[in-house]
């Protein structure tokens, strides 16, 4: 099998800020030691304004600390098809490999029993039978989605909200409908209209489930996709209803985005690399959510008032402490 450049983007690169790790090599005196090799697969588009976007601003702020200490060689935009492919291709030649996405925990399962030599990090990886070369970094869409659930609600002004999902799988369903039992918590009378594309990445299904919802009263929206969200944006923008935005806060760069929900997948990147320059990786699974704090989970209203903002911390202590229970994912 092999890719099409349609399908694709390689890019390896030595870093330009150099990070002073000397090797004592005889007497020969000191010289650099060789940089830890890494290969990220980024199956979306890096400029998505999502999940795969925070990933890559991640690995940016991971070449900015690290320098010349890292040589990274990422792959960018395949299909489900290519990944077992993409994988092996990063795993015959780096030190740590990271699927950045749930969707490529099955392959990355699949590869790292072949290349029991190279050690593979999942950011969004769930709970799964554990390899002593695998780490699945746990995101907790679930639980962030429950606040952003309730900050859609405070922010509708038609008491109905709104979520679209991309591929129906536990995680992205699970996120679903905790995103409704937050609006719900906040606005017992909300109503609550969900959908699914079947894909991340179609504009077109995700600007239709967001005109069906509107249709029927919603105007906030929440999104787990990644090129769909463009759907999503051009519905909202016809219709006059906003987005709570997902992964980054980047609060007053667009008055479509009243709200944003911080889901560290970036920082997740950054950790998987971290660890493995310091040589603290290990294998296993971790959960990070709201108990790893601000960088890796939280919700900010942009604009907040001290009511709304009150709320929204209230709601976060209760999950912590276990009063507000989420599922999984």
Not at 121 to 141: C, M
Not at 271 to 299: C, H, N, R
Request: with cysteine.
């Amino acid at each position: 099998m092999s890719f099409s450049p349609s399908r694709r983007r390689v890019a390896a690169c030595l870093l330009s800020a150099a990070l002073p790790l000397p090797a004592l090599m005889g007497a020969a005196g000191a010289m650099a030691a060789d940089p830890v090799r890494i290969g990220i697969l980024i199956p979306g588009s890096k400029s998505d304004k999502g999940w795969m976007e925070s990933g890559y601003d991640g690995l940016v702020a991971a070449q900015k600390t690290h320098g010349d200490a890292i040589k990274v060689q990422m792959i960018e935009n395949i299909n489900y098809a290519d990944m077992e492919q993409a994988l092996t291709n990063l795993a015959s030649k780096n030190k740590l490999v990271i699927g950045v996405g749930g969707q490529t925990q099955a392959a990355v399962l699949k590869i790292a029993k072949r290349f029991p030599g190279t050690k593979f990090s999942i950011v969004g990886g769930n709970q799964s039978d554990p390899l002593p070369n695998v780490a699945g970094y746990d995101v907790k869409q679930a639980e962030i989605a429950f606040v952003a659930g309730a900050a859609a609600a405070m922010l509708s002004k038609t008491g109905a909200v709104s979520y679209v999902g991309g591929m129906e799988i536990p995680s992205i369903v699970n996120a679903g409908k905790e995103f409704g039992k937050g609006a719900a918590y906040v606005n017992p009378k909300i109503r609550y209209i969900e959908n699914y594309t079947g894909d991340f990445d179609d504009v077109v299904k995700a600007k239709e489930a967001t005109l069906a919802a509107i249709a029927q009263g919603a105007d906030v929206h929440y999104h787990i996709l990644n090129l769909g969200l463009r759907g999503m944006e051009q519905a909202a923008r016809d219709k006059g209803t906003h987005i709570v935005g997902s992964y980054t806060d980047r609060c007053g760069s667009d008055a479509l985005y009243p709200a944003y929900s911080i889901t560290g997948v970036g920082y997740q990147v950054q950790y998987a690399i971290d660890e493995m320059v310091t040589g603290k990786w290990k294998a296993g699974y971790k959960p990070f959510g709201l108990a790893m704090g601000p960088q890796a989970s939280d919700m900010v209203i942009c604009g907040a008032t001290p009511a709304q903002k009150a709320k929204i911390d209230e709601i976060k202590k209760d999950i912590l402490g276990g009063k507000i229970k989420v599922l999984e994912g």
